[in-house]
C-alpha cells in the first residue's frame, strides 16, 4: 500500500538542519556613527528641538496669565478669532510636536541601531534533579500515612467541607425570605382600573387616539391613593405593575390573542423587560417597536410584543383589557404568566406560560 508520503523526497537529515536561519541583514553603519561632526550635528538638533518645546511650554504659561480670554483678534484667511485660545492652541502644540521631533531624531540618528539576539536557554531542570524532586514528593506523600488512612482524610475534608458553612449560611440567611409567590403576582385584578402614571387618572377607551401611548398603574397605586400605601408597598407595585398601554390599528395587529386581550386596538403590556427587568419604555410610533434602554432589547407590538432584537428571551406579557360600565379601562384579570426577568421556578404547574400559546 503506497501513501502519499511515498512521493516525498527522503529526508535524512534531522529537522534542525533542514532550514538555515538566515540571520540578520548586516548592519549599515549611519553617517553619525562614523562622522563625529554629523553626530555632534545631529545632537545639536535634537537639544534644539526640546528647547523649542522648553520656550513653547513657558510661552503657554505666560499666555494663559497675560491675554484677556475676551480678546479678539483677526488672522487672515479666517477672520475675527478669540486671541486667547489661539496663542494657547499653537503655543502647546509647538511643545508636543518639539518633543516628538526631538525623541523621534534621537533615536534615529543616535541611538545604538544594532540589533541583537538572546538566545533562549533550556528551561526544564535537568533529569536527575527532576528524578529527585519525584522521590522527595512520594516520600512526603508516604510519610503521612495518608494512602493507608482514609478515615483520615475522610475527616479532614469533611472538617474542611463543613467549615465552609458557617461562612456561607449567613450570607445566604441574610440575603432575607424567599419571595415565593410574589414573583407570580402583581396587584393587577380583574376589574382594576388602569390609571395614568403618575397623575393617577382613569381613561376613558373613547378618549384613546390612534397612537397614543399612556404609562399605567394598578388603581389604588398611583396617584393621591399611593400615599396611603406603606412605602415598601408603594415600592413593590413600582417595580412589578408597570404597564405600557398603546392604542394600534386593529388591521396591524397580527395575533389573534393579543386582538383578544386588548380593546378596540388597544392594548397594554407589562413594561418590566424580560431581560433583566428594566422599564421598556421607549415607544417609536412609526414601526410600533417598544425599545428597552438598557441593553436595547425591542418588542414589536404589532406581533404580540415578541423579541426582534437583544439580549431578551421572551416576549412581554400582555395584561388583557376590556371596558366597566362607564367606558373606563380595566383589567379583564391580573397577567396570566410571570413578568419580568426569568428564574429558576418560573414554570410553576398551573400557571399559562404565554411562550408556550
Ligand atoms: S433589561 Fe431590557 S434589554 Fe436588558
Not at 541601531?113 to 538572546?118: A, H, L, M, N, R
Not at 438598557?294 to 414589536?300: A, I, K, L, P
Amino acid at each position: 500500500m503506497s501513501t502519499h508520503h511515498d512521493n516525498l523526497p527522503a529526508t535524512a537529515e534531522p529537522a534542525e538542519d533542514r532550514f538555515t536561519n538566515p540571520g540578520f541583514p548586516p548592519h549599515t553603519p549611519r553617517r553619525s556613527d562614523v562622522d563625529e561632526r554629523a553626530a555632534r550635528r545631529a545632537s545639536v538638533q535634537v537639544v534644539t528641538l526640546f528647547t523649542i518645546s522648553a520656550l513653547a511650554s513657558i510661552a503657554f504659561l505666560v499666555a494663559y496669565y497675560a491675554i484677556d480670554p475676551e480678546l479678539k483678534g483677526s488672522i487672515i484667511g479666517i477672520g475675527e478669532v478669540n486671541l486667547f485660545h489661539v496663542v494657547l492652541g499653537l503655543t502647546m502644540g509647538l511643545s508636543l510636536l518639539g518633543i516628538g521631533l526631538g525623541a523621534v531624531h534621537w533615536a534615529k540618528t543616535l541611538m545604538p541601531d544594532e540589533e541583537s539576539v538572546e538566545e533562549r536557554h533550556t528551561m526544564a531542570s535537568a533529569q536527575e534533579d527532576r528524578d529527585a524532586v519525584g522521590r522527595q514528593l512520594s516520600h512526603g506523600w508516604r510519610s503521612t500515612h495518608l494512602n493507608r488512612r482514609s478515615a483520615l482524610l475522610g475527616s479532614a475534608g469533611g472538617a474542611l467541607g463543613l467549615f465552609a458553612l458557617p461562612l456561607v449560611v449567613p450570607v445566604l440567611a441574610g440575603l432575607g425570605p424567599r419571595p415565593r409567590g410574589e414573583l407570580y403576582t402583581t396587584n393587577w385584578e380583574a376589574g382594576k382600573r388602569l390609571m395614568i402614571d403618575p397623575s393617577g387618572a382613569p381613561i376613558r377607551a373613547a378618549d384613546v387616539t390612534q397612537g397614543s401611548v399612556f404609562h399605567v398603574m394598578p388603581d389604588g397605586f398611583v396617584g393621591a391613593a399611593a400615599h396611603e400605601l406603606d412605602p415598601q408597598d408603594m415600592m413593590t407595585s413600582k417595580a412589578k405593575d408597570q404597564v405600557i398601554l398603546v392604542k394600534l390599528d386593529p388591521a396591524k395587529i397580527k395575533s389573534q390573542k393579543q386582538r383578544d386581550w386588548g380593546y378596540d386596538g388597544i392594548v397594554a403590556y407589562s413594561k418590566v423587560c424580560t431581560h433583566v427587568g428594566c422599564p421598556v419604555a421607549l415607544y417609536e410610533q412609526q414601526t410600533h417597536h417598544l425599545l428597552c434602554p438598557c441593553h436595547q432589547s425591542t418588542f414589536d407590538m404589532t406581533d404580540d410584543c415578541k423579541v426582534i432584537f437583544g439580549p431578551a428571551k421572551r416576549p412581554l406579557p400582555q395584561l388583557p383589557i376590556t371596558v366597566d360600565d362607564e367606558g373606563y379601562i380595566v383589567a379583564v384579570d391580573g397577567f396570566r404568566e410571570p413578568i419580568g426577568p426569568s428564574f429558576w421556578e418560573r414554570k410553576r404547574p398551573g400557571i399559562l406560560m404565554e411562550d408556550e400559546g
